[in-house]
């Protein structure tokens, strides 16, 4: 079965470092998300990613934050100057087709982001 | 904007029949989701809904009332691998992005 691949499975930072979370969706899917989850909190939605640009933003998207897809299979997201409160997992996840009203996302297994 | 609500702890005997309801109001309605999310991992898929009714899957059903912003997923013959978060999600009519409710981390005793 298809599966979106997440690379690295835990990092640990300095606060104030880049940190850069790969991805590679399903090779067929067209539409790119992240989401984070904090510890013991939800799911947060934080970019969706279609045709080489970003579609949706959320408010915790800020600055700090961007996303890239460097070549036709991974999707990037950097935290350019990290802060204690980035420490969460961060899922990517990928989509088929948002048009189709499914939409279902496959998430990735989550990189563990923890800032000291 | 949107807001979803669930309980957020449950607890049910193994065997048996559990449902895990949700509300959730939003500015627009593009579809309901349910995903599983095992401690540690990843959510997984299990249902979608865009019309009123009933869709059934093997051991999960779930419901899906727009009127009243209402889902429920129903778990039957449950087993200790259904512990687990069970998250519901929706997407608005104008957005890409599903938005998640807080999850019900449902408890399977013995």
């Known amino acids: 079965e298809p599966e979106v691949t997440q690379t690295p499975s835990h990092q640990v930072t300095q606060m104030g470092q880049e940190v850069i979370l790969r991805c590679v969706p399903i090779?067929?899917?067209?539409?790119f998300y992240w989401y984070r989850q904090i510890l013991g909190q939800k799911v947060e939605f934080l970019v969706s990613?279609?045709?080489?640009?970003?579609?949706?933003k959320s408010e915790i998207f800020d600055d700090q934050f961007s996303v890239e897809r460097p070549d036709g299979s991974n999707f990037t997201l950097k935290i350019r100057s990290t802060k204690l409160e980035d420490s969460a997992m961060y899922f990517c996840?990928?989509?088929?087709?948002?048009?189709?009203?499914?939409?279902?996302?496959?998430f990735g297994a989550g990189s563990r982001l923890t800032v000291l | 904007g949107q807001n979803i609500d669930q309980p957020t702890e449950m607890t049910a005997t193994e065997g048996a029949i559990v449902q895990i309801n949700c509300t959730y109001q939003?500015?627009?309605?593009?579809?309901l989701f349910w995903y599983q999310q095992h401690a540690g991992e990843a959510p997984t898929f299990l249902s979608y809904?865009?019309?009123?009714g009933l869709e059934e899957k093997g051991r999960f059903s779930s419901f899906l009332s727009r009127s009243k912003g209402y889902s429920y997923l129903l778990l039957k013959e449950l087993q200790m691998k259904d512990s687990a978060s069970y998250l519901c999600a929706v997407r608005d009519r104008w957005d890409d992005k599903i938005i998640f409710g807080k999850g019900t981390r449902l408890h399977i005793l013995p």
């Open positions: 939003t500015s627009g309605f593009n579809g």
């Open positions: 809904n865009v019309l009123d």
């Open positions: 996840a990928s989509s088929e087709d948002s048009a189709s009203g499914a939409n279902v996302l496959t």
């Open positions: 990613f279609y045709n080489n640009e970003i579609s949706e």
């Open positions: 090779s067929n899917h067209l539409y």
